[in-house]
């Protein structure tokens, strides 16, 4: 069980960048895998980024190179740093941890990319 909350979001330029952070309220380590998901209106929620407990990370295709995932294993916060943004990557993200085979979601913070 953990408590996920998002910040960051905001409306950006397309072109520019962000950074979201996501503040767990346990350990990461004790997540089997932490990622960032998006859901544009309309439309299904879909994998950005993921993280696993050693590390390794995963990005859905539309974000390869333009997006990074990371950690602070001692602020319990994942981050998702947002550069080159489109306005295809409007949408609420929300962060997501895996706890054994239950995933845990945040309130999700909106990014509006304009153009």
């Known amino acids: 069980q953990v408590h996920l909350v998002e910040s960051g979001g905001g409306l950006v330029q397309a072109g520019g960048s962000l950074r979201l952070s996501c503040a767990a309220s346990r350990s990461i380590f004790s997540c089997n895998a932490m990622g960032w998901y998006r859901q544009a209106p309309g439309k299904q929620r879909d994998l950005v980024a993921t993280?696993?407990?050693?590390?390794?990370?995963n990005y859905a295709d539309s974000v390869k190179g333009r997006f990074t995932i990371s950690r602070d294993i001692a602020k319990d916060t994942v981050y998702l740093q947002m550069n080159s943004l489109k306005p295809e990557d409007t949408a609420v993200y929300y962060c997501n941890a895996q706890i054994s085979l239950i995933d845990y979601w945040g309130q999700g913070t909106q990014v509006t990319v304009s153009s």
């Open positions: 993280i696993t407990r050693g590390g390794s990370t």
